[in-house]
């Protein structure tokens, strides 16, 4: 265990914890005023995050980085194992159900910080040079990723492989790429999306785009967008909010809460939880601009920035009708405990990486991967 001293207080980033304790706050309230059981639920979920924040936050992670691709090819596995042994629930085989309980757990999930750590462990072995990434080491880099997208789009589960799909293409944008690359595969996207592309989709994919592109949106949607607007300029108390109390709000908890918010707080709250959000997701993204020498706390800010900006965009956009419905929380704020946690071991890793970092720079002559 890496000893403890003034050194690491002086690293921690407190600005994350700032802006996530709020998000943390706000939801626990609003899910115990929807449904007090599943705020029960909630908070052991929300405890069970904290602590592995803590357990990751202490652990020596720079000395288990060759276990990287271990945990990478492990989350692999139980994609795979999903196919095999899967339990279906509402048409979908995404979970494996943990033998002699009745816990089931979801490597969809999983494989969410194994990615991210994965990237960050290859481009740190691999820096992109001056003029970005070739075709080759952007081949080997597209492996890992459109291997996940495959599997888990399998299942089907195409709201989640979309987001890894954007999440590590993301990273390689920003972290280097020969524009050649991007401008043949645009073309190639744009050609082939609007017939192949939707050929591939199961019967409720495409009904879900049918109902987003439709005059009239599903009834989801239509509560949800009546929900948002009678939330008007500063909301309404939780006795008034009708949508939710009255159960006219479907999965309120969940997949809809942003709804729920705007209803109980109105334009002004808003406002206010743009505001957070988007700080939070700008500061992790200008990381990676000031830890240069760095590559991998660089790609794991970035994961983050991306990760938190892609859910938070498309559950709002689906909230408003704006986006087909797919099953994407609002981070850290929806009820799931699976999402929460991996969230919290993500901000963990990267308070690890950054709090410690010192003990890198000054107690390694070499670059990390050498």
Do not use: C
């Amino acid at each position: 265990m890496i000893s403890i001293d003034r050194r690491i207080l002086a690293h921690i980033d407190f600005i994350i914890l700032a802006l996530i304790v709020p998000i943390v706050i706000l939801s626990g309230i609003l899910i115990a005023e929807i449904h007090p059981v599943l705020s029960q639920k909630h908070m052991i979920y929300v405890s069970i995050g904290i602590g592995l924040f803590f357990l990751f936050f202490f652990l020596p992670i720079r000395k288990f980085i060759w276990m990287i691709p271990i945990f990478y090819w492990f989350s692999i596995f139980l994609l795979v194992l999903v196919e095999v042994i899967g339990v279906t629930k509402l048409g979908a085989k995404r979970w494996i159900e943990i033998p002699f309980t009745s816990f089931t757990i979801q490597p969809s999930e999983i494989i969410k910080p194994a990615f991210v750590l994965m990237m960050a462990y290859l481009i740190s072995r691999m820096p992109p040079p001056k003029d970005g990434y070739g075709i080759e080491s952007f081949a080997k880099l597209s492996f890992f990723i459109i291997l996940p997208f495959i599997l888990i789009a399998k299942e089907p589960d195409l709201g989640t492989a979309t987001v890894l799909l954007l999440l590590g293409y993301g990273i390689l944008f920003v972290m280097g790429v020969h524009w050649k690359i991007w401008a043949f595969l645009a073309l190639t996207i744009g050609v082939t999306a609007p017939t192949v592309g939707y050929t591939l989709l199961e019967d409720y994919q495409k009904q879900r785009i049918l109902d987003f592109v439709s005059e009239k949106p599903s009834y989801h949607v239509q509560q949800s967008i009546i929900a948002v607007g009678s939330g008007g300029l500063t909301g309404k108390p939780k006795e008034e909010a009708t949508q939710t109390q009255m159960k006219f709000l479907p999965i309120a908890s969940s997949d809809f809460i942003f709804a729920y918010y705007v209803e109980r707080f109105g334009f002004i709250g808003v406002l206010l939880l743009f505001a957070i959000y988007i700080a939070l997701i700008l500061h992790l993204f200008s990381l990676h601009l000031f830890l240069k020498e760095d590559y991998f706390i660089q790609v794991m800010s970035l994961g983050l920035s991306f990760l938190m900006f892609i859910y938070m965009s498309v559950n709002i956009a689906m909230t408003i009708g704006l986006a087909p419905v797919v099953g994407v929380p609002l981070p850290m704020f929806s009820y799931g405990g699976t999402s929460f946690v991996i969230f919290m071991i993500l901000f963990g890793i990267l308070q690890n990486l950054l709090a410690f970092r010192y003990n890198f720079m000054y107690q390694t002559p070499n670059r990390m991967g050498d």
